[in-house]
């Protein structure tokens, strides 16, 4: 695999190689001498970092290569404090998910880690690198009404922190129809802690691995009938639930897909990012041996969704110069127009300018997005 190039500069590299999870030394040494040079601009770099939801990663790893004088002594102050509280705040939130995941299946209610619950250990390390934010759960549409029951014996209720009052706020009316209107997921339900640092802790149930309405399908009776348990790192005997490598990745892919397939997720400020990415990456590379195979190309066929798959992974593929989709057969199976368009309100498509790695990197998205047309 190469590593990426400096069209975007430097400090776009560095993110980049991020993603990849520096598991080559190729990769490594790329990173080190791009923090070591002195001539990356931190104020750039800060900012896509926290756009990308990156900065715990970039801190880390830019501590770890022993900078010295190249990176200024308040960057590296400020990246010590982001680490301090990002392990401060895993102390919370992992027991936490794992309770939730206990205290239910006591109740014969299957609940398994997504997300940053599955991948913070496995495909980050357990050391911290990893933004937390919500607690992202899976569950079986038949046991909503189950969970909802439960929720408030662990002291949730449907809400959000308020950090003006520090207090929960209802969720704002128009957010609840839209949970109403799609039911593949849970809505938001929150506690408050008692904690200085990690003052609320946020639920989200889902309950499909698409989407309410699509046009695909991934059974969860045949993503749940077999799982794995993956250990927590620093925490003894702690071991989450989840999808096997096959449906993690599907699942994962086909998240991305939506977030970036779908306008109004650019309006919420969701749309897709350097994490997403990283995410599907990390996977592909740790799972590759059960990922790189006609069985699993043949489930994607079985699902019939090569197209939203194919999707991500060229992009993935142009992007960061790998070669997923070539390794599952797949190549030519979306046309160049489809790999640009995506899903506005109602029956619209939009189409945008450039590449993914342009998408990624413009701050004002809306500028790529060029035309609109009605769709039959």
């Known amino acids: 695999m190469k590593i990426p190039d400096f069209t975007f500069g430097a400090e776009w590299s560095l993110l980049e190689l991020l993603c990849l999870g520096l598991i080559t030394e190729e990769e490594q040494t790329a990173f080190t001498e791009l923090v070591r040079s002195g001539s990356l601009d931190w104020g750039i770099l800060l900012e896509q970092a926290l756009r990308h939801k990156m900065l715990p990663l970039l801190a880390l790893h830019t501590l770890m290569a022993e900078p010295g004088t190249a990176v200024p002594r308040r960057v590296q102050d400020h990246f010590r404090a982001v680490i301090d509280i990002n392990r401060h705040k895993r102390t919370i939130w992992y ?12 109740k014969n209610i299957q609940v398994l880690g997504r997300k940053d619950v599955a991948f913070e250990s496995r495909l980050y390390g357990g050391n911290s690198s990893r933004r937390f934010g919500d607690i992202d759960l899976l569950i079986h549409p038949k046991d909503r009404d189950g969970v909802l029951a439960a929720l408030p014996e662990l002291g ?14 209802p969720i704002p009316r128009q957010h609840l129809m839209i949970f109403r209107l799609n039911p593949d997921h849970l809505p938001v339900h929150s506690r408050l802690t008692g904690d200085p640092i990690m003052q609320w802790l946020e639920i989200d149930f889902a309950n499909s691995l698409t989407w309410h309405g699509s046009e695909y399908d991934v059974p969860l009776d045949a993503a749940m009938a077999e799982i794995c348990y993956e250990p927590v790192a620093g925490f003894s005997g702690m071991e989450i639930p989840c999808l096997t490598p096959p449906f993690q990745f599907i699942s994962t892919v086909l998240h991305l897909f939506r977030e970036a397939w779908f306008e109004r997720w650019l309006e919420w400020e969701q749309d897709v990012d350097l994490t997403k990415f990283s995410d599907v990456i990390r996977l592909w590379r740790v799972y590759e041996a059960d990922l790189a195979t006609n069985t699993f190309a043949q489930l994607l066929e079985q699902f019939k969704i090569v197209e939203p798959m194919v999707w991500v992974l060229e992009h993935l593929d142009r992007t960061f110069n790998m070669n997923t989709v070539e390794t599952l057969g797949l190549n030519g199976r979306v046309s160049e127009e489809w790999l640009f368009s995506g899903r506005a309100s109602g029956k ?13 990197f413009t701050k004002n998205r809306q500028t790529l997005f060029v035309a609109l047309e009605e769709t039959a």
């Open 156 to 169: 949730y209720q449907p809400g959000l922190f308020d950090w003006n009052t520090q207090q929960l706020a």
């Open 95 to 106: 027991p936490e998910a794992h309770k939730i995941i206990q205290f239910l299946g006591e």
């Open 348 to 360: 619209n498509l939009f189409r945008w300018q450039g590449s993914m790695r342009e998408r990624l």
